[in-house]
């Protein structure tokens, strides 16, 4: 929910919650989640992935991996559980071939913040900004969210900052 008197919500300001709001979407429970304290930075994406996107890591070591996951429930009760990560690499050549990699579905994929949950790649989205990738991901778990709630999602998602480390 939205401190009254403050524009900020966990690591997000509320003007970049905005698009979501005017979707009819509300914030339900704690704040945005964040991953597990850091491993060493050279492997923290690989330990955070699976598939081809793993083996890329293990041969292009990441700089950085943030991620959140969040609940955006409607006024039907409707809920999307969203995941966005942010993936900085060396430089903007890895980045791109990165995005190259994990724009195809099946080639792998970040592994969740909360654990059980299945993020199946189907309501996606990707940008690059630079040396960093932000990948974000929406999938339905309550109700039936309309299709072009579950595919308008990911979009807004990428445009989010990278959220400040605690």
């Not at 930075?41 to 081809?52: D, I, L, P, Q, R």
């Not at 991620?67 to 690499?89: C, E, H, I, K, Y």
């Not at 792998?108 to 900004?129: A, L, N, W």
């Not at 960093?132 to 339905?140: C, L, M, R």
Request: contains cysteine; positive net charge.
């Amino acid at each position: 929910m939205w401190k009254r008197g403050s524009n900020t919500f966990g690591v997000f300001s509320a003007p970049l919650w905005e698009p979501y709001r005017v979707c009819g979407f509300r914030r339900e429970g704690s704040p945005p989640t964040g991953g597990a304290p850091r491993p060493r930075e050279t492997v923290e994406c690989a330990v955070f992935s699976h598939g081809g996107v793993r083996d890329f890591f293990l041969e292009n070591p990441c700089r950085g991996l943030e991620r959140v996951q969040f609940p955006l429930t409607d006024a039907n009760g409707d809920t999307v559980v969203v995941l966005v990560s942010w993936v900085r690499m060396p430089g903007r050549q890895r980045a791109r071939e990165f995005r190259e990699l994990i724009d195809v579905h099946g080639t792998g994929d970040i592994r969740p913040v909360v654990p059980g949950t299945r993020f199946i790649g189907h309501h996606y989205d990707s940008e690059r900004r630079g040396s960093t990738v932000v990948v974000a991901e929406a999938e339905p778990v309550d109700g039936r969210p309309p299709a072009e709630v579950l595919e308008a999602v990911p979009g807004v998602a990428t445009k989010l900052p990278v959220p400040a480390r605690g």
